[in-house]
């Protein structure tokens, strides 16, 4: 049974990797074999394969509802300029490379990571690279290597939105280890990305200013997203915090120039969306009248026990509730709003502008939506029909103790294989959590190598590389980037391993 319940998972990998399938035909492959073999192998009948598709439904919203909502954003601050605007004061904090490098390819990268994501940080900065004299595959290579670590608590925290809703654990479990692994790894990302630029003499110069700012924005995130439970701004925070430090660390490297008086104004204008987002978050999630009164409208189904024909028992219960107008979605539509209103009066916009941002949102979301929506349905049809846990079984059986080192690289398969942090924490974070359970390890700990390892390797996917490319002249040459990016992404998966395997055996 173990071996027909990994069929949905390896149709994907093999369609997409084998065949060079997108995600949303992979995915679609993937469902139909979800569908077929709960059926007519794991004995699933109509009410839990409809049950299953209800289930599936509600996550789909809830995860998609950050993501949308995320892109509007960034295309709201985009149209107007704002995006460009911080991108071209950047370089003139410092005249030296390596810090333009770090500046650009890892802490603003992160930044635009945390507000939006989506290949956003790699396709915005390839090309201010390239204007500042790198070649164009460092150009990609390091802003791709720079906002893994920011993937997950990213996007407004799509993707661990995900991984709480495809497990059914709280915030609060799962916040603190996978906001520290990643934290840890932004720590390493800064002398990788140094080294990638100009070797061992690179990381021996920039070594101490990008560990100031790593240990900043890791140490932001960690605060955000686990000590104040605000997940969703936890990847925004740290960039933020970043850029706010860079300047500092410029400085005081003496060789900072500073950003003129008269680009100050500008400057801040173009962070009024940003500066509008944290005040918005502050009022709907940290003030309790507020907050409370709001929560009052949720969407949660009781959903009954189901039986399949093997036996398999799916215990009754209901979705994680998603409370519609504090959600991490409607914030982000808030803030949208009313940033569009202050572009607008500013006179930032060109007319058509709003018609514009709507198109380029839809246009954009619709495949990595449908992708998502398929492989939500297959993961939940798997757990409802006994087949994750039969892989679950089979796993804990085939790896033993090994487990804690493997997990970070299962889930950095899923990324791979589907381009997404999302899609990796919708199928394999059920099945990690499972066997962790089987296997009585620290299940919040392995399932921070889930997502921290599936947001690290997501970065060397084949869709993401190819969005790079595009951008910095580079169609044709996606292998080379992709063997360039290999060994750096091994490198800090294998950090997330130790990371996983140490807080597991011995404790973290």
């Not at 979800?34 to 995860?63: C, E, R």
């Not at 933020?240 to 950003?259: H, I, Q």
């Not at 998603?322 to 060109?350: C, E, K, N, Q, W």
């Not at 502008?353 to 492989?375: F, H, N």
Request: glycine residues 12%; positive net charge.
């Amino acid at each position: 049974m173990p071996i027909v319940a990994s069929v949905p998972i390896l149709v994907i990998l093999v369609l997409m990797i084998g065949f060079r399938w997108g995600a949303a035909r992979a995915g679609a492959a993937g469902y139909l074999a979800a569908f077929l073999i709960a059926a007519v192998f794991f004995g699933a009948g109509p009410d839990a394969l409809a049950y299953a598709h209800t289930k599936a439904f509600i996550l789909t919203l809830d995860v998609l509802f950050i993501i949308w909502a995320a892109f509007l954003m960034y295309r709201v601050a985009e149209e107007a300029g704002a995006i460009k605007t911080i991108g071209r004061l950047l370089p003139s904090l410092t005249r030296d490379r390596g810090m333009q490098a770090l500046l650009i390819g890892w802490v603003f990268a992160s930044f635009l990571q945390g507000a939006g994501g989506f290949g956003v940080p790699v396709a915005v900065t390839a090309p201010l690279l390239i204007g500042l004299g790198f070649s164009p595959l460092s150009a990609v290579i390091v802003p791709s290597i720079g906002h893994g670590w920011a993937v997950t608590f990213g996007s407004m925290g799509s993707s661990f939105n995900a991984l709480l809703s495809a497990t059914g654990l709280s915030a609060s479990t799962l916040a603190p280890a996978s906001a520290l692994f990643l934290g840890l790894a932004c720590v390493l990302t800064g002398p990788i990305i140094a080294h990638a630029v100009d070797g061992w003499a690179g990381v021996k110069r920039l070594l101490l200013p990008a560990l100031v700012i790593g240990v900043v924005m890791g140490a932001v995130q960690l605060a955000v997203a686990a000590g104040a439970g605000l997940w969703n701004l936890g990847a925004f925070a740290g960039g933020m915090a970043g850029l706010a430090v860079s300047v500092w660390v410029v400085r005081w490297g003496g060789a900072g120039t500073g950003v003129e008086r008269s680009e100050r104004k500008p400057l801040l204008l173009a962070l009024s969306a940003y500066i509008i987002l944290i005040l918005f978050t502050v009022v709907f999630l940290l003030i309790p009248p507020i907050k409370n009164w709001l929560d009052q409208v949720f969407i949660q189904i009781q959903f009954p026990e189901t039986v399949t024909a093997l036996g398999y028992v799916s215990p009754a219960g209901s979705n994680r509730p998603i409370h519609i107008f504090t959600h991490a979605g409607a914030i982000l539509v808030y803030t949208s709003l009313v940033s569009y209103i202050i572009y607008h009066r500013a006179g930032m916009y060109l007319p058509g502008a709003g018609k514009c941002i709507l198109r380029m949102t839809v246009k954009s979301m619709m495949s990595s939506s449908l992708s998502i929506a398929l492989m939500v349905a297959m993961a939940t049809m798997m757990q409802q029909s006994g087949m994750t846990e039969a892989l679950a079984q089979d796993l804990a059986d085939a790896v033993g103790k090994g487990f804690p080192l493997i997990a970070p690289w299962i889930g950095g398969i899923g990324a791979f294989m589907t381009g997404s942090n999302t899609n990796s924490n919708v199928v394999f974070a059920g099945l990690q959590k499972r066997t962790a359970e089987l296997l009585a390890y620290n299940v919040p700990a392995i399932l921070a190598g889930q997502t921290a390892g599936a947001a690290l390797a997501s970065v060397a996917a084949p869709t993401k590389i190819v969005v790079g490319t595009s951008t910095a002249g580079m169609e044709g040459k996606e292998g080379e980037v992709l063997r360039a990016l290999l060994g750096y992404t091994a490198l800090l998966v294998i950090f997330i391993s130790i990371l996983t395997a140490l807080a597991s055996f011995v404790g973290l």
